[in-house]
């Protein structure tokens, strides 16, 4: 059976909402620690990925195999999957 999308309207926020220079407060600081927490993640992969020596690829398979890692990291953060 298709899904059906519902259309969800956001308003605008009201204007003088967003304060530059308003100190933040613990949800946008939760918002930045776990979006720091999610990089170091990114990282760690990055640098894994990295450390592969690229003279110990030898055969079709170990290049199918690396470039399979790369590209799943690369495209993760753009891939929607679908649903079953």
Known sequence: ????SKIIIV???APGSFNKLRPAGSLLLAQAAHLQK???KH???VERLLA???LEIKTEADV???ARQI????HSHHARRRPR
């Open 1 to 4: 059976m298709p899904r059906t």
């Open 11 to 13: 308003p605008k926020p």
């Open 38 to 40: 999610a990089l170091v």
């Open 43 to 45: 990282h760690a992969e």
């Open 52 to 54: 592969i020596d690229l």
């Open 64 to 66: 199918s195999n690396y």
């Open 71 to 74: 590209t799943a990291l690369l």
